[in-house]
């Protein structure tokens, strides 16, 4: 192929813009750069199906049923897979074997305290520091939101969410990044806070239906060429590779560009033309629907958007760089007074599937270090007895992404003969070691206080210590290291 004069310069400019970067190609991606994806439940959901408590999971006289104080745990001590970090899989949670080095699971946080056995929209997790009383600072939980606040106790507070904190943190730095966004697929719009605090940046953008989000996403192209065909950037690097240093010099080429173009000139080629364009597409194409819902039951409870639906619109926009900062909401109904075998096979199933799906896509996508995953709920969880509520018992998160040192933290011990099961002691882990305490309870004290953990997913997302720091209820926490690699 001849080449024009202007084609030839055209391919010279690319390499001489960059200078000491790569020779002709574009800016690499900022390494700072983070992602979040939250999956908020809402409802009692019991995690004890994906990583059972190490102390339960080493019981042999445990107590199982679906009935008051016995054990809501039907896979038997045999079924179980041990890994290193004290975590324990069921033949429901096995597939995450393979990533369960960077998936965390802490149930025993902070508990929730709504006036109806436990039920919150927010969950100090979540937000430390909420409060019934609008006292310190603290403004309305459910500014924002569709609707007004759940009936159930307002609730306020001053500490944002960690997806609306990241939201703000993004954009501070990078002013014209798209804004954060929330799914709302339940049929409870107010039932989940995503709470801004005031902060400016942080309130996200909610989107209530599927076709309102893909409206707001339309199709679009974007090409990184720096010539129009491979043939072309082929032609270039062979009229480079015939030029010297002196005919480049003499075009003004300067010294660092010119060391590039000569150790790197067989790259040359791939930076001047990187393939097609892109063409991003927020729709589900009939494979990415199959691969995302294998496995996970559709419209759980109170759900709208299926959970595996929301999940692939947010690995889409997520690598797609569209936004940084996602939120999706599941309510999988009130289950109260018994939990059986298929309620928690699904409540399961509702969590790791989605769960799976993610971690594999943002490791094939070159994402999964630098994004956050959040299994959060808003109204805390339960206790292992199957008859109990989310006033007692168990407040769990999950945390998986690169940056996450996975294992199962504190325990769970059977106690002594309790009607048709067992008491539970509850040992935290230790704030300072991650290590369970050794004082166990059996009532709702000694639970892991949310603000170190708070700080500690701000961290975990490399925002800067004096941005995290600045709301009153957290800012004396520490972060706790023992989480992170």
Not at 124 to 141: F, T
Not at 145 to 169: C, D, F, K, M, R
Not at 335 to 356: C, K, S, Y
Not at 398 to 404: K, P, R
């Amino acid at each position: 192929m001849k080449l024009s004069r202007r084609d030839v310069l055209q391919g010279l400019a690319a390499g001489a813009a960059l200078g000491g970067r790569t020779a002709f190609g574009q800016a690499m991606p900022n390494p700072e750069k983070t992602y979040v994806i939250e999956l908020c439940l809402r409802d009692q959901l019991d995690f004890g199906h994906i990583m059972v408590a190490p102390g339960l999971a080493r019981s042999s006289t445990l107590r199982r049923g679906e009935n008051g104080r016995a054990a809501a745990l039907f896979f038997q001590q045999s079924e179980l897979t041990e890994k290193a970090g004290n975590v324990f899989l069921t033949p429901q949670s096995r597939v995450l074997e393979p990533h369960v080095d960077s998936i965390a699971m802490l149930e025993l946080c902070e508990l929730t305290y709504g006036p109806v056995h436990g039920h919150e929209a927010g969950n100090p997790v979540r937000s430390p520091g909420r409060s019934l009383q609008q006292s310190g600072g603290r403004i309305p939980m459910w500014n924002g939101e569709p609707g007004q606040q759940n009936g159930e106790g307002p609730t306020y507070s001053s500490t944002p969410t960690i997806v609306s904190l990241h939201n703000a943190w993004t954009r501070s730095v990078q002013s014209d990044r798209t804004n954060g966004l929330v799914i709302k697929g339940t049929e409870r719009h107010h039932a989940i806070y995503h709470f801004g605090a005031g902060l400016a940046g942080s309130e996200l953008t909610r989107f209530q239906t599927v076709s309102s989000l893909l409206a707001a996403f339309p199709n679009r192209t974007s090409d990184s060429n720096t010539l129009k065909t491979p043939v072309e950037a082929d032609a270039v690097r062979d009229t480079l590779a015939k030029m010297d240093r002196r005919s480049l010099g003499g075009r003004g080429i300067g010294s660092g560009a010119l060391d590039n173009h000569v150790a790197q000139l067989g790259d040359a080629r791939n930076l001047l033309y990187r393939g097609a364009p892109k063409v991003f597409s927020l729709p589900l194409t009939q494979a990415e629907r199959t691969y995302w819902s294998a496995g996970v039951p559709n419209r759980y409870g109170r759900t709208t958007i299926d959970v595996w639906e929301q999940a692939a619109y947010a690995f889409k926009l997520v690598s797609n760089d569209m936004v940084a900062s996602v939120a999706m909401e599941i309510d999988i109904g009130d289950v109260h007074g018994e939990r059986t075998a298929p309620q928690m096979r699904d409540q399961t199933a509702v969590v790791v599937g989605p769960l799976l799906k993610l971690i594999e896509s943002l490791k094939m996508a070159g994402l999964y270090d630098r994004t956050l995953i959040v299994i959060s709920t808003a109204d805390g969880g339960r206790a292992p007895a199957a008859g109990s509520s989310g006033d007692e018992g168990k407040n769990g998160v999950i945390l998986a992404g690169g940056m996450i040192r996975g294992g199962y933290y504190g325990d769970i011990r059977p106690g002594a003969t309790d009607s048709n099961g067992q008491k539970y002691v509850y040992h935290a882990p230790d704030a300072a070691t991650g290590a369970p305490i050794p004082n166990g309870t059996e009532g709702n004290d000694r639970r892991l206080s949310a603000a170190p953990l708070w700080r500690t997913m701000a961290k975990a997302l490399r925002i800067s210590d004096a941005f995290a720091g600045q709301f009153s209820d957290v800012s004396g926490a520490g972060v706790m290291q023992w989480l992170l690699r």
